[in-house]
């Protein structure tokens, strides 16, 4: 059984900085790609951040320049650095791991349980 399990989220002022992470824990042979979204109550969830195996990344506009995603592959964990951060970038953020490889003969998907990121002063 896989599990993802975040941290790192919190209060933080305007231009402030977060670091999230997480971590899939289980017997994993490699995961295809691991997702940032967030989502607000009431609107619909946003692609934030993407990596690849191989490290290749991709970025929501509303991001770009302030946030980097990055993985360690060794430790299945994803990382979201966080910048420059606004009060929009407040909401809870969700890891999502896709084309997880296990011990069965077929590939999962799986998401954390999320994280709530507050940017107020």
């Known amino acids: 059984q896989v599990q993802l399990v975040e941290s790192g989220g919190g209060l933080v002022q305007p231009g402030g900085s977060l670091r999230l992470s997480c971590a899939a824990s289980?017997?994993?042979?490699?995961?295809?790609?691991m997702v940032w979204y967030r989502q607000a109550p009431g609107k619909q969830r946003e692609l934030v951040a993407t990596?690849?195996?191989?490290?290749?990344?991709n970025y929501a506009d509303s991001v770009k320049g302030r946030f980097t995603i990055s993985r360690d592959n060794s430790k299945n964990t994803v990382y979201l650095q966080m910048n420059s951060m606004k009060p929009e970038d407040t909401t809870v953020y969700y890891c999502?791991?896709?084309?997880?490889?296990?011990?069965?003969?077929?590939?999962?998907?799986?998401w954390g349980q999320g994280t709530q990121v507050t940017v107020s002063s």
């Open positions: 999502y791991a896709a084309r997880v490889v296990t011990t069965t003969p077929w590939e999962n998907d799986y």
């Open positions: 289980g017997i994993i042979f490699s995961i295809s790609a």
């Open positions: 990596i690849t195996s191989g490290s290749s990344t």
